[in-house]
């Protein structure tokens, strides 16, 4: 696994704590078996609004998807985009936050008129990265511009306020973070760090300083120390003045360099015992540690305080104060160390218990090491690497086409159902081969939601062409299958990714030779169909790739660990196919979107025929499919019916209609392909009837709950109601003459028609909306989750069907 550690690279460079962390978190890694880790800063300036500006944009626009897995603790760094992003916060810009000046505004409505578009992109409630690049792209023109003055772009202020906590927004959000954990306490629990509803994992770490074999120096009298980054939040001058008032004799040594060494310098009485000591190398600090007294370390709202840990683990007692934060989270008053209140007379009088009773500061010393002896970096690493501690357990959905935008219905089901599912406390990526795209992208189709798509090699390009050419038939799914090492990419993506997958999902069949060859060995498998039986239809002229395709499908569904269909008929049919006991199948049926597809009645359509200037009668019917061959022939009847009644108009959408360009149509048709989502919610909106004359297939018929939803009378056959729960002259019109059928129906009132036409959406609003199909969808995942934790399971494939024999 090849790990990113990213971060930033301060200007000018000082060496720290943070520096530490990603020091030893780097060889760390290096260390375990199967990691190669890299450490990667971006220089990241902070004089100025813009150079701010800068970095955060700079690290946002790093690509560093090579990387099976990055590592972030600070910003800016966090800004990368990566779909398996560990953060491990130290802080963010913490004068833009918690240490925001209290007499600053947080308001910009006073901007609103000057920077207009900017401010409607601040105040968005969740903003993603789209909104994030279109603000990148605002603020370079505000810049070229030069519409700010000083005194918008001072720091800190409101504008950058709101602009760092805009970029944080978008970088930290749920789906975009993989794991959330912090350095401490006072981290995870800071108002505004985390976005809402997060509780991070608190994970504490190690010092890089070399504690083993250094020990005390006798020939020198033990003192006071204590090191820290001279600046006002540490509170130096503060520890000073109390040494100074507590009178003791012990010798007090500080290391560390910061802008405020001069000060503390004249701060320190001509004959005081107190040596500011400057910037000392780890061992003459690990030296200094063994020789201490104990350490003093009081600064205010400290992240984590790594010199308490240093302290501790050198067998010192640490005296801190009440509001020093992460600093006290490993300190227990008068147990292993010292809390008292951030007041000058009460350090002093510590400082003086301390001083005049060494041998309390060597019990709370031995203490204070045994509190500490477990923390160590290999444990921190093993944690932050514990891929069952995600903060949304991450569901990798394979499969073999784009989904977005929606057209047909396999994207609405793959789209819809695990949108939703998304919704339910899952991160959800869906890994799809894509022939408009030569790079692999990724977009986000809502919250937690990612679709990647992955580009196909120029050799697949060429194999799919000529296979087209002889078959006839399009057979990019069966080719993915047949020829998984034309798409290393794909393999790529699905090995770099399964591990960190909760559940792999292998949505349709055509995925699962990729799969196992990437390492899968568990998956859940989702049959839209019976891909046996309907593409022994579609290659009927073919029967030697029909038989490839009945064993590619017999091997995944018999290996995997449970099987969704979409009907009962589709469950029945794949147990007697491949002999698989019932409880093995589960049915998570087709639904529609009750959002967008609304419910009708006649009256409201005869409404919206005429505001479109079309005759308020029955004179429209509506047929939607995709190039398929159960809806090609269904198309055939269609026609067969069009030419018989001329008083209708039979309105077909999808990519049917690629199958009857050749063909002469009658006049009272019209094959209008591949329409928007909106010129179809208008066609179901001003139908009179939605016509449903399947006559073969598999699955079920998305078709019909979408006419169903939109309030259209159907008429059917019964084979096309599969999967649903539809009775005859209850739900549907049942047809066996389709054209005297149609004549009988638009015969019938307004009242009859509205009668069946609720009934219909009275049943797909309980029964088969995507939120509650989802749900159920969640429980049988959420059971093979648990299986698979409970049982290791091995691949299972019929010994006599080799993978190598689905190859042509």
């Known amino acids: ?36 880790a890299e450490l990667i800063k971006l220089p990241s300036p902070e004089h100025d609004f813009w150079a701010i500006i800068q970095s955060y944009q700079n690290f946002a626009e790093l690509d560093l998807n090579h990387f099976d897995l990055i590592i972030s603790t600070k910003y800016p760094a966090w800004m990368v ?83 760092i906590h805009f970029f944080d927004a978008v970088a930290l959000a749920p789906g975009q973070i993989l794991r959330y954990t912090a350095i401490a306490h006072e981290v995870a629990n800071r108002k505004e760090y985390f976005p809402g509803g997060i509780k991070p994992d608190v994970l504490y770490h190690p010092s890089s300083l070399p504690q083993a074999g250094v020990i005390a120096d006798t020939h020198i009298s033990p003192a006071i120390f204590t090191a820290s980054r001279l600046d006002g939040p540490k509170r130096i001058d503060l520890l000073i003045k109390a040494y100074c008032k507590s009178g003791v004799k012990t010798p007090l040594r500080i290391a560390g360099t910061g802008p405020q060494s001069p000060e503390l310098q004249k701060l320190i009485p001509p004959n005081a015992a107190i040596t500011l000591l400057g910037h000392l190398s780890e061992q003459q600090l690990a030296q200094e540690y063994a ?17 308490s840990y240093e302290a501790m683990i050198a067998g010192k007692a640490v005296l801190s104060c009440t509001d020093s934060g992460g600093a006290t989270e490993l300190i227990r008053h008068m147990e292993n160390g010292l809390i008292v209140k951030p007041d000058c007379d009460e350090i002093a009088k510590a400082i003086k218990q301390l001083s005049d009773h060494p041998s309390l500061s060597h019990q709370l010393g031995q203490k204070a090491y045994n509190t500490v002896k477990d923390i160590n970096w290999p444990a921190l690493v093993k944690e932050l690497l514990n891929k069952n501690a995600q903060y949304l357990p991450k569901i990798l959905v394979l499969n073999t086409y784009p989904i977005y935008p929606v057209v047909s219905g396999g994207q609405a089901r793959l ?62 799914d069966w080719l993915a299958a047949a020829h998984p090492e034309l798409l290393p ?35 859940l498998y989702e049959a839209h169909n019976v891909e046996a039986d309907l593409k022994s239809q579609i290659y009927r002229q073919h029967p030697n790739e029909a038989q490839k395709i009945k064993e590619l499908e017999s091997q995944c569904a018999i290996g995997a660990q449970h099987i969704i269909c979409c009907s009962n008929e589709d469950s ?81 959408l999808g990519s049917v209609a690629d199958a009857f360009k ?13 329409v928007s989502q909106a010129e179809k919610q208008l066609w179901l909106k001003i139908a009179s009837i939605a016509l449903n004359p399947m006559l073969n297939g598999s699955g079920s018929n998305l078709k019909l709950i979408e006419y169903a939803a939109a309030g259209l009378p159907i008429i059917s056959t019964e084979f096309g109601v599969r999967g649903t729960k539809f009775e005859a002259g209850v739900h549907y019109i049942k047809t066996h003459n389709f054209t005297e059928t149609i004549k009988k129906t638009l015969k019938l009132t307004d009242i009859k028609l509205d009668q069946i036409t609720r009934k219909t959406a009275e049943y797909i609003n309980n029964e088969l909306y ?24 091995s691949i299972i494939l019929p010994p006599s069907i080799p993978i190598s024999s689905l190859l042509y």
Not at 495 to 522: D, F, N, T
């Open 81 to 163: 985009s990566h779909p398996r992003h560990i953060l491990f916060m130290q802080h963010t810009l913490r004068g833009l936050y918690d240490t925001y000046p209290a007499h600053l505004t947080k308001n910009i409505d006073h901007l609103a008129q000057k920077l207009p578009a900017l401010c409607h992109l601040l105040n968005i409630k969740k903003p993603n990265r789209t909104h994030l690049s279109e603000c990148f792209v605002e603020l370079k023109r505000i810049k070229e511009l030069q519409i700010l003055n000083q005194q918008d772009i001072a720091l800190p202020g409101p504008l950058l306020r709101a602009l």
């Open 415 to 476: 789209y819809h159902l695990y949108s939703e599912l998304s919704m339910l406390g899952y991160s959800v990526e869906i890994l799809n081969l894509d022939f408009n795209t030569r790079v692999i992208k990724s977009r986000n189709l809502n919250e937690n939601f990612i679709e990647v798509l992955i580009p196909v090699s120029d050799e697949f390009r060429k194999k799919s062409s000529a296979e087209e050419k002889r078959l006839n038939i399009s057979c990019v």
């Open 1 to 36: 696994m090849k790990v990113a550690i990213i971060a930033p690279s301060g200007v000018p460079f000082i060496w720290g704590g943070a520096e530490n962390i990603w020091k030893v978190l780097w060889l760390t890694l290096n260390q375990q078996e199967n990691i190669t």
């Open 662 to 674: 050749q063909r002469k149509i009658p006049n009272n048709v019209r094959f209008l392909g591949v």
């Open 770 to 793: 995507w939120k509650s199909l989802a749900e159920k969808y969640q429980k049988e995942i959420k059971a093979s989750m648990c299986k698979a934790k409970n049982k290791e399971e």
């Open 291 to 307: 020789n201490a007294l104990f350490v003093p370390f009081i600064p205010e709202h400290e992240d984590f305080g790594l010199i």
């Open 489 to 523: 990419e794909w393999q790529a993506e699905i090995k770099r990714r399964a591990p960190w997958a909760s559940m792999v999902i292998c949505s349709h069949p055509y995925a699962y030779p990729a799969m196992v060859q990437a390492g899968v060995k568990q998956w």
């Open 572 to 652: 029945q049919r794949m147990q007697a196919l491949y002999q698989i006991p019932d409880h093995q199948f589960s049915i998570i049926a087709n639904g529609v979107d009750t959002q967008n597809i609304k419910y009708l009645d006649q009256a409201g359509r005869k409404e919206i025929r005429v505001q479109m200037g079309l005759e308020p009668t029955n004179n429209i019917s509506l047929f939607m499919g995709s190039n398929h061959g159960p809806n090609i022939e269904a198309a055939e009847q269609i026609l067969i019916a069009a030419e018989q009644d001329l008083s209708l108009q039979y309105i077909i």
